[in-house]
């Protein structure tokens, strides 16, 4: 049996609490991307960098909603200026 490395809204939400980000529970994946960039700050916005370029470069496979609320609101918050 094969089994895939599934990342969903609860592992986004997860990964986004792990940084220190306050994420309520129960958001979807745009809700919880849409609190993740509100007040970054530089050190926070690198943390949050690290994390989508693991998530976007690694193995596992994100659920459609995930890749679409990091490519719509993560990836345009964490553009340098």
């Known amino acids: 049996m094969m089994h895939a490395d599934l990342i969903d ?4 939400r997860e990964r986004l609490v792990a940084l220190g980000l ?3 529970s129960g958001v979807t994946a745009a809700q919880a991307c849409e609190y993740a960039v509100v007040g970054l700050s530089p050190d926070r ?13 690694g193995n596992a496979t994100l659920l459609p909603c995930v890749r679409e609320a990091i490519s719509r609101t993560l990836l345009p918050a964490l553009v340098p200026r």
Do not use: K
């Open 9 to 12: 809204q609860e592992d986004l």
């Open 22 to 24: 306050s994420i309520p």
């Open 45 to 57: 916005s690198l943390a949050l960098r690290r994390m989508v370029e693991d998530m976007l470069g």
